[in-house]
Structure formats: C-alpha cells, structure tokens
C-alpha cells in the first residue's frame, strides 16, 4: 500500500492509549459505563454540576501523570519525522501521549485535557493542575475556566483544515476508533469518495469497518509499529 503514497491522514481513537492504561469509552468497563456521558461530556451537565464535571476532568488530567506512550504512539512520532510528504496525525484523544511519544504536530480534534477554556474571554491556555478550586483565567482573571474538551453538541476544532488534508490524502487509516462519534466517524468515507486508500487498524471491526479498502484487526501496540515500518521500508 506504500507504493505511490504522497499525503496520509492518521486519525486515532481511544484505543490507541488502551494499552498505556487509558480507559476507553465504550468498550466493557470504559468511561462511559462508569459515568454519564450526558453529566460530564455535555453542556448541560455542566451548568446543572460544574463541580461533578471539574473533578471527572482533574482526576484525568492527574492520571496522565501515571501512563507512558506506547510502541503505537511512538511509531507515528517516527513516521512524522521519517515520511517524506504530507502527514496529518488528527486525534479524537485528550491525552497527550501523541506529543510525549514524539508527535509534534498533532490535530486534537476533541481539545485537550491539558488545556483549558475562559467561558469569559474564549482564551485556551495551557493548563496542568487542577480546575475545581477555580482558578482564574491567565488573561482576563475571571474564575471561569472549564476543561478545553469538546462536549456533544460542540464544534470540533481545526474541521476546515481536517477536511482540507482529506480532500488531498493518498491514504487514510484509522487507529483505535470505534467509529460510532460523528464527524470523526464519517471521514473514511470523505477521504474515500476522493479517491484516498483507506485503512483500519483496531482491536476488532469498528461500526465502519465494511467501508475501509482494508481492515487489520489486532492491537494498536503491534498493528501500528508494523505498518508504519513497512511505509518507510524500515526493519
Ligand atoms: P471508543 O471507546 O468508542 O472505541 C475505542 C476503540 O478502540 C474500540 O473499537 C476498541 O475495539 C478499540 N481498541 C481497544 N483497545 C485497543 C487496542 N489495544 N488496540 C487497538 N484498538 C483498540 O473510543 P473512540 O472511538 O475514541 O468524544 O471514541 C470517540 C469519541 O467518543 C471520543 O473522542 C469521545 C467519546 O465520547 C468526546 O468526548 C467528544
């Protein structure tokens, strides 16, 4: 599939930080059998217990203190600094296990648990603690600071520029996705009807597996490395 290969477009899901102790959301046990998605992954939650919604995003935010990238995170670091064209690493994860496995240029299309929102000035500014004892915003000092993570019935971040890199890919693949969240759900089929290759790799067939030119099914930790490998004709 390398042969030819002048643009890609990587688009990761939860499953790609599985193996580093990151839960998912809808496999057995993932976050959303744990928590209400309408109470702490919407709007509306968030005006009804801000208070419930800062705490679910602190402790995330301090778990990252106890996960490492894995072989998958690191293998896409490697193929940004080796790929010899475009590479777009667009990622529907908050954690920031893409930039500490080497990324340096990663898409977070769902915002960043490292990262905070002023509801009062708009300002996103780097954020590493925690955000319960309201602390005020680093620019205008309004107390009103809510996590940098887009909710349903929120706009994704950087779309325009996602479906421009789409509308040129060679090539699509997908890691760790489920498939069921949209617009990330819909993009193999955008980069498809224009003409791009399309790969799956996740632990088994996503919603959209049927749509995929090609589907591998088995750990990202293996699947990843493997792949990226034998693009960059490397042992
Ligand atoms: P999901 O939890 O929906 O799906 C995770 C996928 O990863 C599943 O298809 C698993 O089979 C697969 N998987 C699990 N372990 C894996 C492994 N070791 N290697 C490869 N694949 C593995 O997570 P997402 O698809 O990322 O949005 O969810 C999409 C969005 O839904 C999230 O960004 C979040 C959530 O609600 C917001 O919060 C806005």
Redesign the pocket.
């Known amino acids: 599939m390398s042969a030819g290969i002048e643009s890609i477009v990587v688009l990761?899901?939860?499953?790609?930080s599985?193996?580093s102790g990151i839960d998912?959301?809808?496999?057995a046990g993932?976050?959303?059998e744990q928590h209400s998605?309408y109470d702490v992954?919407t709007p509306e939650g968030f005006a009804r217990d801000p208070d419930l919604v800062l705490r679910f995003y602190d402790e995330r935010r301090a778990g990252l203190a106890r996960v490492e990238p894995n072989a998958?995170h690191i293998a896409l670091a490697r193929l940004e600094a080796e790929f010899a064209g475009e590479l777009l690493l667009v990622t529907?994860?908050?954690d920031d296990l893409h930039e500490r496995g080497g990324s340096r240029n990663v898409c977070h299309m769902?915002g960043e648990l490292k990262s905070a929102l002023c509801t009062s000035c708009g300002t996103r500014s780097r954020w590493e603690t925690t955000m319960i004892d309201r602390p005020a915003c680093p620019v205008c000092r309004a107390p009103t600071l809510r996590p940098d993570?887009?909710?349903?019935g929120e706009m994704?971040y950087q779309m325009q520029r996602i479906e421009e890199a789409l509308a040129r890919c060679d090539l699509f693949v997908s890691?760790?996705?489920?498939?069921?969240?949209y617009p990330?759900a819909g993009f193999v089929a955008q980069a498809k009807a224009m003409g791009a290759q399309t790969l799956e790799?996740?632990?088994?067939p996503?919603e959209g597996t049927a749509i995929f030119h090609e589907a591998r099914h088995?750990?990202?930790?293996q699947?990843v490395p493997e792949w990226t490998r034998a693009l960059l004709n490397v042992s």
């Open positions: 990761t899901g939860a499953g790609i599985a193996e998912t959301f809808r496999d993932g976050l959303w998605i992954a998958a529907q994860n908050v769902h993570v887009v909710w349903f994704p890691v760790g996705t489920s498939g069921a969240v990330a790799l996740n632990l088994e996503s088995g750990p990202a930790s699947l």
